[in-house]
């Protein structure tokens, strides 16, 4: 060998046992390489100020990039490869996560919601090299509406005499698919348990959770009312009836007019099978009997049913008279609306002539309607005379249709009259 040589050898040697071999453990990488750089060659890998660099493999960090050999014979630091692993996920409010390998690299969680809560976000996050989720922790709301079942009401009828039905359900009640919490149930429409008129009825129910979702129903209410076949007033009479005239349980009364007389049933009642009770209701013209014996005998028969106007004249060329009766036959209407029967009186005793309309009264009969009312036989009057026989007003001189009238509609019983005619729709329109 070369002097140098052996000279090297010689110190190297001397330098080492001077150190006491200071060699660190020799570095065994798992999952991963190592590559060192030495200050005295590569036959002296582990001495005292030899630098190595750790290589770990995909999916796994090192501890130390790079650790050195210290003259305690340590490395200066530890070395190994450790599997990358990601903060551990927070956990969704109301759902949850699965992984595939916990919060180790390349592990794939998978995110859920509990029912009635839906996804919003990503659904899948994967732990990367650099330790870090590939996404998000999303969020699990609640957008499914609450469902509510609207009651299935069937149609009512109404009561008798009467155009509504008392109806009753159960409040339904609303299931929410996600925390089963509700806040508010509100009812459109008339509540449970109330009179409801005839015909139909949109109802409906709507319900919210607290989400601000709403769920609705609709449902509807019929009331029915039996009714029977329309009635109408009698010829020369009134009908009054009560509820709605016709609906099952009305009463309808009938009334005729002064000087008519009611055949058949005054009141009818709508039964349940909508047919009326009684008969058909009629208002005959009054039979007025000429043939008595007496005046009185005759007024009798106009008692509380007829005024009287009586019109006396001596002859029937007597100006007074013809005027009168022109008058009149103009305002008839208004006669009959007032329950208004004319006597005539023509003439004097025993060529004297009675006559209510077409009935001729016997030359006795009259002289003793003029003696009874005590009116003169030479002279034009005329004796107002009311339904209770009472002598209201004496006119010795003609008088116009009006101011008899306005004369008549300040009788007390006529004004009650005029109520019912009024209802009836009963006027004169000339």
């Known amino acids: 060998l070369s002097t140098h040589i052996i000279i090297s050898l010689l110190l190297d040697a001397s330098f080492c046992c001077f150190l006491g071999t200071p060699w660190c453990a020799p570095i065994k990488i798992k999952h991963g390489d190592v590559s060192c750089r030495t200050p005295r060659g590569e036959h002296y ?49 109301n759902g949850g996560y699965k992984c595939s390998d916990g919060s180790y690299f390349n592990s794939r969680c998978e995110f859920f919601c509990s029912p009635g809560f839906t996804l919003k976000g990503q659904k899948t996050a994967t732990c990367r090299y650099n330790v870090v989720w590939s996404a998000g922790v999303p969020s699990c709301v609640d957008i499914d509406p609450p469902k509510i079942k609207c009651p299935n009401v069937k149609d009512k009828w109404a009561e008798p005499g009467k155009l509504t039905a008392r109806v009753t359900w159960d409040t339904p009640e609303g299931v929410d698919t996600a925390d089963g919490i509700l806040t508010d149930v509100i009812l459109k429409g008339k509540p449970s348990k109330s009179n409801f008129p005839e015909g139909l009825h949109k109802m409906s129910y709507t319900v919210f959770d607290r989400a601000g979702n709403k769920g609705s129903c609709r449902f509807t209410v019929r009331v029915r009312v039996r009714r029977c076949s329309p009635l109408f007033p009698p010829d020369n009479g009134y009908m009054k009836c009560d509820s709605d005239k016709d609906n099952y349980g009305a ?7 002064g000087g008519s007389e009611l055949r058949g049933s005054a009141a009818r009642v709508c039964q349940y099978g909508l047919t009326w009770s009684g008969s058909d209701t009629t208002c005959a013209p009054m039979n007025i009997n000429v043939g008595v014996r007496t005046a009185a005998a005759l007024l009798d028969q106009f008692y509380e049913k007829r005024r009287l106007l009586v019109i006396s004249a001596p002859t029937a060329a007597n100006h007074n008279y013809r005027f009168q009766m022109t008058n009149l036959q103009q305002a008839q209407c208004g006669l009959d609306l007032r329950h208004v029967t004319v006597i005539e009186l023509v003439g004097t005793y025993p060529a004297q002539v009675g006559r209510i309309r077409h009935n001729l009264l016997s030359p006795g009969l009259a002289l003793q309607l003029r003696l009874l009312l005590q009116i003169p036989q030479r002279s034009f009057q005329m004796v107002l005379v009311d339904k209770q026989g009472t002598d209201k007003q004496r006119y010795p001189f003609p008088i116009t249709a009006a101011e008899l009238f306005t004369t008549i509609d300040t009788f007390p019983l006529r004004k009650d009259e005029m109520l019912v005619q009024q209802e009836a729709g009963q006027t004169c329109q000339s």
């Open 45 to 93: 890998r582990n001495v005292m100020g030899t630098r190595c660099k750790i290589r770990c493999k995909q999916g796994y960090e090192a501890q130390s990039s790079e650790v050195v050999c210290m003259a305690s014979k340590h490395w200066s630091s530890n070395y190994a490869c450790r599997e990358i692993r990601c903060p551990k996920l927070d956990m969704p409010i």
């Open 251 to 257: 009463t309808c009364e009938f009334t005729c007019t």
